[in-house]
T-cell receptor, first 109, second 111 residues
Framework: AQRVTQPEKLLSVFKGAPVELKCNYS??????LFWYVQYSRQRLQLLLR?????SIKGFTADLNKGETSFHLKKPFAQEEDSAMYYC???????????WGAGTKLIIKP | DVKVTQSSRYLVKRTGEKVFLECVQD?????MFWYRQDPGLGLRLIYF???????EKGDIPEGYSVSREKKERFSLILESASTNQTSMYLC??????????FGPGTRLTVL
């Protein structure tokens, strides 16, 4: 069965340190992967998707099909990056997404 | 700018009551979704709809029903609320398989 795993429920790093939020998926076909973010008191929103291959707010994520991973990275964390981050997988042409459990990122000053 | 609105931010109901949660989107999106968001469990899909009057069960449809009589509106119904349905409920909409846009959420407490 298709699944998305975010192994860290909570990740705490100091401001200016590198950040890596892990996401692993299980799917044998060609996946489409997303990172969504929810800042405090704001609605959940798309951060980036792998097909765009772009950097948003300094974050990047590379799809590694060999390791079935889509880790989210930022070289220098900022306090405003503190939020809940969800990794999601679309399988085939489905409208539905399969979601990870989420990682709460806390950036310490 | 896509706007997804939900009828209530906070709702408190008693066990056994019938509860209606409403969601409205203004971007003429085909797809609409209802999720539960619980700590440590992420988002779990309750139901989604891909057209007016069309619906499909998600991962956890038990205890819930939905209604989509108009394209812009998607309602979630708890026929007889129970305490284990206390949760944050998120509505989302999308244009086919494009980005999902979320509402602000409804925090439901069932006493």
């Amino acid at each position: 069965a298709q699944r998305v795993t975010q192994p860290e429920k909570l990740l705490s790093v100091f401001k200016g340190a590198p950040v890596e939020l892990k996401c692993n998926y299980s799917y044998s076909g060609s996946p489409e992967l997303f990172w969504y973010v929810q800042y405090s008191r704001q609605r959940l929103q798309l951060l980036l998707r792998h097909i765009s291959r772009e950097s948003i707010k300094g974050f990047t994520a590379d799809l590694n099909k060999g390791e079935t991973s889509f880790h989210l990275k930022k070289p220098f964390a900022q306090e405003e990056d503190s939020a809940m981050y969800y990794c999601a997988l679309r399988v085939g042409s489905n409208y539905q997404l399969i979601w990870g459990a989420g990682t709460k990122l806390i950036i310490k000053p | 700018d896509v706007k997804v609105t939900q009828s209530s931010r906070y709702l408190v109901k008693r066990t056994g009551e019938k509860v209606f949660l409403e969601c409205v989107q203004d971007m003429d999106h085909e797809n609409m979704f209802w999720y539960r968001q619980d700590p440590g469990l992420g988002l779990r899909l309750i139901y989604f709809s891909y057209d007016v009057k069309m619906k499909e069960k998600g991962d956890i449809p038990e205890g819930y029903s939905v209604s989509r009589e108009k394209k812009e509106r998607f309602s979630l119904i708890l026929e007889s609320a129970s305490t284990n349905q206390t949760s944050m409920y998120l509505c989302a909409s999308s244009f086919f398989s494009d980005t999902q846009y979320f509402g602000p959420g409804t925090r439901l407490t069932v006493l």
